[in-house]
């Protein structure tokens, strides 16, 4: 239920981290075996801490769409490359 970051710190997992391939324990605790008075932090898991960590994968590289465009705007790709290229041994 926690996962060890490279520092040596540990956080609650998250779907998609790394784990062992024939690790396949439990993720959360069933709601029915934590007192009542708790079960809120699994409400608060499941719709804020573990969404966000899907929400936020990948979302840097989706954000570099079209980033550049200007660069090779009414030039072939192709050329742009070669033009760069040129005198290069």
Known sequence: M????????????REGDESHPDR???ILPKRDDIPEQYRYLLDWYETEYALAGKEGWLNGIFEMIGAGKEIFAGEDPDE????????WE
């Open 24 to 26: 396949h324990g439990k």
């Open 80 to 87: 742009y490359v070669r033009r760069l290229r040129e005198g």
């Open 2 to 13: 926690l996962y060890e970051t490279r520092g040596g710190m540990r956080r609650l997992y």
